[in-house]
């Protein structure tokens, strides 16, 4: 047997070679709807690049915000209707927001729910945290998120003054 021994098949024969590879299941696994190119990619090609960027919201048709806001009962759960806002506001489910899972879609969505449910109701990060199975920490941060995004997304803005006016 020689010192030198070839890597079985399929396994990679560089620490580049695992790199990219690494960088191709972490793209395939974060945007499922791009396609990979075909052929091969030349490894210094697949190591440079970075993935590109998520949006932070869907692209959806809703209502005005003002409806949404219109619309919301709150005469006897202040969270579930809440969350149906935002879940119709933003196109992701209400099992999606109050889940695990940390794509960005998902977590500018939580982040929203999280702020209205500040603002309408008043209520502690801790009360707020343990709905959403969070700590009141990233609750904290979420908020700061939500209005440091709205600086730069005027849909977002719109909805955050149509709540201001209807319940503040």
């Not at 869907?58 to 409806?67: F, I, K, L, Q, Y």
Request: hydrophobic residues 40%; charged residues 25%; aromatic residues 4%.
């Amino acid at each position: 047997m020689s010192s030198l021994q070839l890597a079985p098949r399929g396994e990679p024969r560089s620490v580049a070679e695992l790199v990219a590879r690494y960088r191709a299941a972490r793209r395939r696994l974060n945007f499922p709807g791009v396609k990979a190119p075909t052929g091969k990619t030349p490894i210094r090609i697949l190591i440079g690049t970075d993935p590109p960027t998520v949006p932070t919201t869907v692209a959806v048709p809703m209502a005005p915000p003002e409806d949404l806001v219109a619309a919301l009962d709150l005469s006897r759960d202040k969270f579930d209707p809440i969350l149906k806002m935002v879940s119709e506001r933003t196109g992701v489910s209400v099992a999606d927001i109050l889940g695990k899972g940390r794509r960005a879609p998902i977590a500018a969505a939580r982040q929203e729910a999280m702020w209205t449910v500040r603002t309408i109701t008043n209520w502690s990060l801790s009360r707020i945290g343990g709905r959403f199975n969070r700590d009141h920490t990233t609750v904290l941060h979420a908020i700061r998120q939500v209005e440091a995004r709205a600086d730069q997304d005027a849909d977002l803005r719109a909805f955050m003054d149509a709540v201001k006016n209807a319940f503040c």
